[in-house]
Structure formats: C-alpha cells, structure tokens
C-alpha cells in the first residue's frame, strides 16, 4: 500500500525545451504532494508542496514561472520544467502524504526522476 | 536557519554488529523527526518517526532515540545484513514540511 509512482524514470532533453514530469498516488489519496530536486551526494531539497485545487506554495528561490505545478486531482500532481538547461540536471522525486495510513507526516516518495539536459 | 547535520564519512561495518547513526539539528527541536532510507537511484523509503516526546522507538532490527537537549537523534540497525547497505536519511519537521540530511552511508560487510 501507500505506492507512488512517477513518469517517466528517466528523460534525456535538448536545452530549451519542456519536460513534465507526472507524480500518482497509486492506491491513495494525497490532498497534498512535494517536490523534491536532489544533486549527487546532497540531501533533497524541497521545492514546492502542491495542493489539490489550489496554487502550489513555492520554496524560497524556486522560480513558480519555471516550474510549473499543477494537482489537478487527488491521485495526480505534474510537474513542468520549462525551458531546460543544463544547470537543471537532476533527480526530481515527489512525496505524498496518505491521511488515513499510519502517521499523517509520513511522506511516501515515488522512484524519482533522472533528468538530463543537454 | 536549521542546519541538519549526518556524518558524510561512510560507515563500514561487519555482518552481525549494530550500525548506529547520527543526526544532529542546530536550532529549534522539531515535533517529530524521520529516518528514511535511500538506494541509488531511487526515492526514499520511510522507516520510523519519533515525536519529540517520546525517547525512543523501535520497528524489527531498527531503534531511533531522540534527545531535544543535545538536538540529536541516534539511529541503530542491529544485527546488521548486507541488504541494510544504502544511505539513511534523517529529516525534521519544519512547519509541516520536511528538511533532510545529507544522509548517511552504510555498508554492510559480509
């Protein structure tokens, strides 16, 4: 139970371009999502905590016009990278919280996304 | 700001002995704290948390403590198997949010 998956696992993009990444809660459902971006050997960073229905609510230095976030439904929350560049490069991974498992901080991560910008 | 701080040095360890972790925070004490575990190239994988009120908690061969007067949580896998080898992160709870460590490698030597 409590399975989150994202799509797609990895994505190779040329500079310029738009890459969406898709976060579901599989048998779930998640009112709220993270974004998390991570560098090798650094710990994850948050970027943005998604609402459903509602604007996302963006960490400081995180540019809103850059990533985009849309939590359409309750299973679903995409995230837009608009205009790749090379500094952009990471691994994406999303979390989402189940209200009625276990212990409502509990955050489950989906396998994250490797992104490549050439 | 809070500072989250885990050893960056791996730990090596032989099978059988009891991995133990640290996690050391600088400012506020947290309502709760969590250990996740992490394998590369994948997303974290939850394993216990501990409110602030509360000392210790155990799941299987895992135990965390946690003390608000030194700001620190300590994280033990005994009985320790190759298949425990990955990083362990630490996070606190940051109004609602969560802020991670760098993580902590572990080996597990056969």
């Known amino acids: 139970g409590a399975v989150v998956s994202q799509h797609p696992s990895w994505v190779i993009c040329k500079s310029g371009t738009s890459v969406k990444i898709e976060c579901r809660s599989l048998d779930f459902q998640a009112t709220t999502m993270f974004w998390y971006r991570q560098f090798p050997k650094q710990s994850l960073m948050l970027m943005a905590t998604?609402?459903?229905?509602?604007?996302?609510?963006?960490e400081q230095g995180v540019e809103k016009d850059k990533f985009l976030i849309n939590h359409a439904s309750l299973t679903l929350s995409t995230l837009t990278v608009t205009s790749a560049h090379p500094e952009d490069s990471s691994f994406y991974i999303c979390s989402a919280r189940d209200l009625n498992r276990g212990h409502q901080e509990t955050q489950y991560f989906g396998p994250g996304t490797r992104l490549l910008v050439l | 700001s809070q500072k989250i701080e885990q050893n960056s040095e791996a730990l090596n360890i032989q099978e059988g002995k009891t991995a133990t972790l640290t996690c050391n925070y600088t400012n506020y004490s947290p309502a709760y704290l969590q250990w996740y575990r992490q394998d590369p190239g994948r997303g974290p994988v939850f394993l216990l948390l501990?409110?602030?009120?509360?000392k210790e908690k155990r799941k299987e061969r895992l135990k965390v403590t946690f003390d608000t007067t030194l700001k620190q949580s300590l994280f033990h896998i005994t009985a320790s198997q190759p298949a425990d080898s990955a990083t362990y992160l630490c996070a606190l709870d940051m109004n609602n949010r969560l802020a991670f460590g760098k993580g902590n490698q572990v080996v597990v030597i056969p």
């Open positions: 998604s609402n459903e229905g509602s604007k996302a609510t963006y």
């Open positions: 501990i409110r602030e009120n509360e």
